[in-house]
């Protein structure tokens, strides 16, 4: 199984990017697919998670839009508003089956990860 994230890149603040996440190795269509981040310096933190629905952290919640391509199985983040703090390499991940966590221990699989830079 690889997840292969793409679409990273530098972006002034308030701009826009797009995250893409393709799976191959198995269909994730029944699992929770997710983004996480890493700031330097800081811990891994969850983003959004999408099943059934979605779930955002509060600190994206209203900018950032997680969808996912069950045919193609790959997920997207899409990022608007973008802020200096949303710096970051930006992971995705599978949790198999359909119990939602945001949790970054309980994920199976992740993607190699595609580093925003938002300048100010």
């Known amino acids: 199984v690889q997840l292969q994230a793409s679409g990273g890149g530098l972006v002034q603040a308030g701009g826009s990017l797009r995250l893409s996440c393709a799976a191959s190795?198995?269909?994730?269509?029944?699992?929770?697919m997710a983004w996480f981040r890493q700031a330097p310096g800081k811990e891994r933190e969850f983003v959004a998670w999408?099943?059934?629905?979605?779930y955002y952290s509060d600190s994206v919640k209203g900018r950032f839009t997680i969808s996912r391509d069950n045919a193609k199985n790959t997920v997207y983040l899409q990022m608007n508003s973008l802020k200096p703090a949303d710096t970051a390499v930006y992971y995705c991940?599978?949790?198999?089956?359909?119990?939602?966590?945001?949790?970054?221990?309980?994920?199976?699989?992740w993607g190699q990860g595609t580093l925003v830079t938002v300048s100010s």
């Open positions: 991940a599978v949790r198999l089956g359909n119990y939602y966590s945001t949790a970054s221990s309980e994920y199976e699989y």
């Open positions: 190795g198995r269909t994730f269509s029944k699992d929770v």
């Open positions: 999408s099943g059934i629905t979605a």
